[in-house]
């Protein structure tokens, strides 16, 4: 069996073992040949429209560890750049977006430029395709975008938060402003998923990260509603490729995630305990994730005894191994082989 139809059978709900693997942000930083790459460009932006670098940079941990999944090299913030709207990466500072506020600057999200931004992006997707069957790597190759309520977090707030309070005084003071907002996004995200599924992308995932923001009210109107109608429209548009979604600390919230979007697998995240999650979701609904990233970081016999345990809670449910937040950059790439061993040598 290769690993390609070992991680797409995963998420077909099939419980493959060992499970496969691939990690969020497995290609970054902590590859000294990523950060050779990296020094070729001048911002993020430009290495991640300039297709032979970024796929490139997507085919280094496939190459570096056999990973079963090869996620694109993008950001969740390329789809309001796309639409025209402001964004800057700022060294160690993230990235800086105008602060929304007004119904006129969600009136400017121009969906007719949509097309042509992401024409580099999707060109990557190509040439991720192209070099995965050219140096026959038996890996799936995952699109992604940022689901629209984490999308409009960054927007309104302008950047990072710790605990995104403009867009949650929003959604009460203003939920006409918001709802349209999302709607905005949401229509743009169909569409940039589904032309990554026809350039080539094999699966596709959805990263709400700033889901656990929210009450449970607001949860089902923000996260669960968007997420289903995305979902729906890739089932119609795309109707043999996977959706991952990934509520990021949705806590009890994961159960109806996982039973009303229709999603075909769910992230959790690593304060999520992978025995309640399996017993949450229905038995239709693939598994992902959960290790602490610095529990990979640590390495030695906390990383094999959470490991163990994460693999033991999943054996007999479709499960996808992954981490329950990004790769951190200060990482040793050696440990992360150390980590694919031990899960390969599952059984």
Not at 59 to 72: E, K, T, Y
Request: aromatic content about 6%; overall charge neutral; charged content about 20%.
């Amino acid at each position: 069996m290769s690993r390609e139809q070992r991680l797409l059978r995963a998420l077909g709900a099939e419980a493959v073992w060992p499970p496969p693997v691939w990690l969020m942000r497995q290609a970054g930083r902590y590859l000294p040949e990523y950060r050779q790459v990296r020094a070729r460009v001048a911002d993020f932006i430009a290495l991640a429209t300039t297709p032979e670098l970024a796929a490139e940079v997507t085919m280094q941990p496939v190459r570096r560890f056999g990973m079963d999944g090869a996620i694109l090299f993008s950001d969740i913030l390329m789809l309001p750049w796309a639409l025209g709207y402001g964004l800057a990466f700022r060294e160690g500072e993230g990235p800086v977006l105008p602060k929304l506020r007004d119904a006129a600057a969600i009136e400017a999200l121009d969906l007719g430029r949509l097309e042509g931004a992401i024409a580099p992006i999707l060109e990557t997707v190509r040439c991720v395709r192209a070099a995965l069957a050219a140096e026959a790597h038996d890996t799936a190759l995952i699109g992604f975008a940022g689901a629209p309520f984490t999308v409009a977090c960054y927007m309104v707030e302008g950047g990072g938060s710790r605990d995104f309070a403009n867009i949650r005084r929003m959604a009460f003071a203003e939920p006409a402003l918001l709802d349209g907002l999302l709607e905005r996004l949401t229509e743009a995200t169909i569409a940039y998923l589904a032309a990554q599924a026809a350039a080539g992308a094999e699966a596709l995932m959805l990263f709400d990260s700033w889901a656990g923001v929210l009450s449970p009210a607001l949860f089902r109107r923000l996260v669960i509603a968007p997420a289903a109608r995305i979902v729906a429209a890739l089932r119609r548009n795309v109707p043999n490729v996977p959706v991952i979604g990934f509520p990021r600390l949705a806590g009890l919230m994961l159960a109806p995630y996982a039973a009303e979007t229709g999603v075909d697998a769910v992230g959790m995240d690593t304060a999520a305990d992978p025995v309640l999650a399996r017993a949450a979701v229905p038995p239709r609904v693939a598994l992902q994730g959960n290790l602490d990233p610095l529990a990979l970081l640590a390495g030695g016999a906390a990383l094999e005894a959470e490991t163990a345990r994460i693999l033991a809670a999943m054996r007999g449910h479709p499960f996808v191994f992954n981490l329950g937040h990004g790769i951190l950059p200060e990482t040793d790439p050696a440990q992360v082989a150390r980590l694919v061993s031990q899960i390969r040598a599952s059984v």
